[in-house]
């Protein structure tokens, strides 16, 4: 399965903790894009990352979480202190270079977070 | 501001027969493109069909196809012969400007396709 890979697809936290979520884009995409989904709703975009480098964060909390792109290895969400609006589904999308406005995001199955 | 809406939280439809999803949006660019994707029970999101602003024709992928009114500012999802695999969540989203990085998403239309 070449598609964009999210693991864990579940995940449980106690209230405190932190959650770290990986995504892995599709072979030959390297922008990468993560969505929350709270319970009912649409995706709100949180960050938007190229291989080492934050592009658009303007959707990111503005304590307790970050992201990365590393060289090598997957993207990672990370959310420190975990309270219990954290719990939603964190959704990774991948693209190739964007060249223009049709280019297609191709979305993992989600990562679902609970905060206990 | 980039707005997409969609007015109706659920919909059903009967088994072989067509429905629409109703979308509208609001962008000051003249550059957008428009998406829908399927959200089933099981989480992942799918992604159906995709229309750009500059397109003349309205999109068509398989049964599925978007009637695009740029005066309107609408961008309906009709399913056509619906199958009881059809029932999920169904999401419209934009991406607004040349260059933009990100998806706005409206809040979903939950369809139910009765045998």
């Known amino acids: 399965n070449a598609g964009v890979m999210q693991n864990p697809r579940h995940l449980v936290r106690r209230r405190g903790q932190e959650a770290r979520l990986r995504c892995s884009p599709m072979?030959?995409?390297?922008?990468v894009y993560w969505y929350r989904q709270l319970p009912e709703e649409g995706l709100k975009f949180m960050v938007y990352l190229q291989k080492e480098n934050i592009i658009d964060e303007s959707g990111m909390p503005k304590e307790r979480f970050s992201a990365e792109f590393p060289k090598e290895g997957p993207s990672i969400l990370r959310i420190q202190q975990v309270v219990r609006g954290d719990s939603a589904a964190y959704f990774c999308?991948?693209?190739?270079?964007?060249?223009?406005?049709?280019?297609?995001?191709?979305f993992g199955s989600g990562t679902r977070l609970t905060v206990v | 501001a980039q707005k997409i809406t969609q007015t109706q939280p659920g919909m059903f439809v009967q088994e072989k027969e067509a429905v629409t999803l109703d979308c509208t949006y609001d962008?000051?660019?003249?550059?957008?493109?428009l998406f829908w994707y399927k959200q089933p029970s099981s989480g992942e999101m799918i992604f159906l069909i995709y229309q750009g602003s500059y397109d003349e024709q309205n999109a068509t992928e398989g049964r599925y196809s978007l009637n695009f009114q740029k005066a309107r500012k609408s961008a309906n999802l009709v399913i056509s012969a619906s199958q009881l695999g059809d029932s999920a969540m169904y999401f419209c989203a934009m991406r607004s400007g040349t260059g933009a990085n990100n998806l706005f998403f409206g809040t979903g239309t939950r369809l139910t396709v009765i045998p």
């Open positions: 072979k030959g995409h390297s922008h």
């Open positions: 999308a991948s693209s190739p270079p964007p060249q223009a406005t049709n280019y297609g995001y191709t």
């Open positions: 962008t000051s660019d003249q550059s957008y493109g």
